[in-house]
Each structure stands twice: as structure tokens, then as C-alpha cells.
């Protein structure tokens, strides 16, 4: 069974703070990691994937097999990162690559 | 707007009443996706089609629920004989075989009252 946790449903910081939105997942395969952001009244959209390692919009993320976690980083917050986000899973071994998703995490960054 | 297109974005029906939606896939994209997303809920996965066979149905889809890719191009998800449970936002999202980056809908807003 695939299962994505986000122990955090808000999360609040300041402006230039440093930001980690934390995800643990569970499967017994090859799983695919993601992040997905849906800001105010728009659709979901892919932020990142740990297969590219990229840094989009100055985000990091790191799977780490040993303890199943993809957190999310930013060194530091801006005021337009404030959004819902998403981790979520996709299985290798899974037909159709669906997602499994987190329950989401509001980040809130104040000015 | 080349993107994934959903209709209608909001739907208030009463309980017992049959419901549709439609979505509109990216042209060039083999696979759509359904997923219902209640709220404080991350989205949940409901079924997937691969041109116009239907590969997966979750165990969240009950009989009432069916789907349809007719021509491999939109599909259309039907409810019937709605439940106050069944209120929730539908998201319809789609993606190349081969490529797991997924583009999702707005989503359709569905209130059964």
C-alpha cells in the first residue's frame, strides 16, 4: 500500500525565514516523489519531482530512502510562496502512475 | 488556454439526482485521471484511463459512479442517485504514458443539498 503523511496542516513563518514542509512516505517499491502547490484560486500544479533534483522558485527537496521522507526546503520564505502544498507518490510498480497525495500543508509567510 | 479544462466548475444538485461532469484532457496526453478531493484532504485517486480503456477503478468508486472515454479524448464522469457524501471538489488531471508529470483541471465543485 502506498500512503504520503504531512504531519503539518499550518505552517506559519516571516519573510526571509527559513521554511521545511515535511513529508514521510510509505511503499514497499520504487516510489516517484513529488510536490505540488495550488495557489489561491488556482489549479494544482507540479512544483517539483526528486527525479530532476531541481530548485524551483529557490525549493529544494532530498529523498531520503533510509528515513522515506521528500521534505521541502526554501532558505528563504517570500511572501508570494504562501500556498497550500502537496507531497505526493507515485509507485513504479503501480499501473498508471497514479498519485497518492499527502492531506497538504497551508503555508503562510507574513510579512 | 491549452491546459486541462474542466465543466461546469460548480454543480449544486439535490440528494438523489444524477450528475455529470466533463473533462477536457491536453490533446496530445494518453492518460486521464479522476481523483475527489474533500475538504482538508489531500486529492484521492478514483480511476485512470489510458486512451479510452478505462485500466483502474478505486475501491472509492461504488456502483453509482461510472466513467467515460468514449473516443480516448474527453471523458465524462457520471453520479447517480447523489449522497450528501458525494459533495466534494472532482479533479480531472492528465499525462503522457511515459512521462509521470501530471496536469490537473480546476476542478468541478460539486454540493449535493
Not at chain 2, 65 to 87: C, H, M, N, V, Y
Amino acid at each position: 500500500a502506498q500512503r504520503v503523511t504531512q504531519p503539518e496542516k499550518l505552517l506559519s513563518v516571516f519573510k526571509g525565514a527559513p521554511v521545511e514542509l515535511k513529508c514521510n512516505y510509505s511503499y514497499s517499491g520504487s516510489p516517484e516523489l513529488f510536490w505540488y502547490v495550488q495557489y489561491s484560486r488556482q489549479r494544482l500544479q507540479l512544483l517539483l519531482r526528486h527525479i530532476s533534483r531541481e530548485s524551483i522558485k529557490g525549493f529544494t527537496a532530498d529523498l531520503n530512502k533510509g528515513e522515506t521522507s521528500f521534505h521541502l526546503k526554501k532558505p528563504f520564505a517570500q511572501e508570494e510562496d504562501s500556498a497550500m502544498y502537496y507531497c505526493a507518490l507515485s509507485g513504479r510498480e503501480t499501473s498508471g502512475s497514479r498519485l497518492t497525495f499527502g492531506e497538504g500543508t497551508q503555508l503562510t509567510v507574513n510579512p | 488556454d491549452t491546459g486541462v479544462s474542466q465543466d461546469p466548475r460548480h454543480k449544486i444538485t439535490k440528494r438523489g439526482q444524477n450528475v455529470t461532469f466533463r473533462c477536457d484532457p491536453i490533446s496530445e496526453h494518453n492518460r486521464l485521471y479522476w481523483y475527489r478531493q474533500t475538504l482538508g484532504q489531500g486529492p484521492e485517486f478514483l480511476t485512470y484511463f489510458q486512451n479510452e480503456a478505462q485500466l483502474e477503478k478505486s475501491r472509492l468508486l461504488s456502483d453509482r459512479f461510472s466513467a467515460e472515454r468514449p473516443k480516448g479524448s474527453f471523458s465524462t464522469l457520471e453520479i447517480q442517485r447523489t449522497e450528501q457524501g458525494d459533495s466534494a471538489m472532482y479533479l480531472c488531471a492528465s499525462s503522457f504514458i511515459r512521462n509521470t508529470e501530471a496536469f490537473f483541471g480546476q476542478g468541478t465543485r460539486l454540493t449535493v443539498v
